[in-house]
């Protein structure tokens, strides 16, 4: 299993709180901001935007929320201006680490992005110095009582993805930018309910860490996803899955 797959699952276990939840309607809110700006506000021609409004719905966030957040993107509405950057590096234990954001203030975002590096034994780098070990990919889950593997193996592998693993109550199905929409719609298709669609960049390689190493690493994660400008933190970090629950 993909440690970043085990560490969104144990994200969206730990997202329940009411201030967790502010804080994902804010990071998805700009994604739809951002993806508008730049692909226009309609999500048939916009697979960015079609993307970060699934995310959306998937949350539960309210279609007036949405409609806001496209106007916005589209400048119907006035609104701050997001900047987007990418910044790069290692967190304790040799772990890469790329942490997407979406900003106002480019200067404050990367004093606090390095920060959250440097706190538990990381280091931020120049950029590309991680991202090579990284390919973007869609990643698509599905809850196991929702469909088998027997049953999904053929529908998604017919529509273009490259992979479907196990990935504790769920199953993970890993596909090329090209597939997403394609392997997405044959699941509708098949009347599959998806859990989340999400583009991302997955590791070709993992650093599997234990004990006080992981929990280490966790605590360096959480510092860079509670800064508000972080939008997506990827990481070649694995990890013992009930290991880490029981600790927690």
Known sequence: MSGHSKWATIKHKKAASDAKRGQIFTRVIKEITVAARH???DAETNPRLRTAV???KAENMPLDNI???IQRGTGELPGITYEEASYEGY???GVALIVEVATD???R????IRHAFTKYGGSMGEAGCVSWMFNKRGTILVAKEKASEDQLMGIVLDAGAEDLSDNGDQWEIVCPLEANDKVLQALKSAGIEVASSQIGMIP????KLEGNQAQQMMKTLDALEGQ???QNVYSNFDFDAAEFEEAS
């Open 91 to 93: 967190g304790p234990h």
């Open 54 to 56: 699934n995310a959306a």
């Open 67 to 69: 409609k806001r957040a």
């Open 204 to 207: 070709t390689n993992y650093v």
């Open 109 to 112: 975002t990367v004093s606090e």
């Open 105 to 107: 203030n480019r200067n």
């Open 39 to 41: 692909g226009g506000g």
């Open 228 to 230: 508000d400008d972080v």
